[in-house]
Nanobody
Framework: VQLQASGGGLVQAGGSLRLSCATSGRTSSNYAMAWFRQAPGKEREFVAA????????YYADSVKGRFTISRDNAKNTVYLQMNSLKPEDTAVYYC????????????????WGQGTQVTVSS
């Protein structure tokens, strides 16, 4: 499966962005999906995940209440709505897919997309 992330950009603190991840190659509903991020000099970290049906969502504590993950299986697309953005949210955001379980760790990821840069200015 191929993953194509988009929607990153530069935003002021307190602003919002919506990331999208389009999947191709196989039916996206066969996969649980997630977003990870990596800031300069830091390890890649889990942000949010959603199970194959969309009935279960999981969030890192740092983004709970501000970010929302969702999916549209008819469009083979996963979204990450990011509100109340903070400078510490600045990172490259990666879309990920897991075929065995919902990927809340990098070890559970089977497929990675390319990253999209999110920069939050103070």
């Amino acid at each position: 499966v191929q993953l194509q992330a988009s929607g990153g950009g530069l935003v002021q603190a307190g602003g919002s962005l919506r990331l999208s991840c389009a999947t191709s190659g196989r039916t996206s509903s066969n996969y649980a999906m997630a977003w990870f991020r990596q800031a300069p000099g830091k390890e890649r970290e889990f942000v949010a995940a959603i199970n194959w049906s969309g009935s279960g969502t999981y969030y890192a504590d740092s983004v709970k209440g501000r970010f929302t993950i969702s999916r549209d299986n008819a469009k083979n697309t996963v979204y990450l709505q990011m509100n109340s953005l903070k400078p510490e949210d600045t990172a490259v955001y990666y879309c990920a897919a897991g075929s065995r379980r919902t990927p809340t760790t990098t070890a559970a990821v089977d497929y990675w997309g390319q990253g999209t840069q999110v920069t939050v200015s103070s």
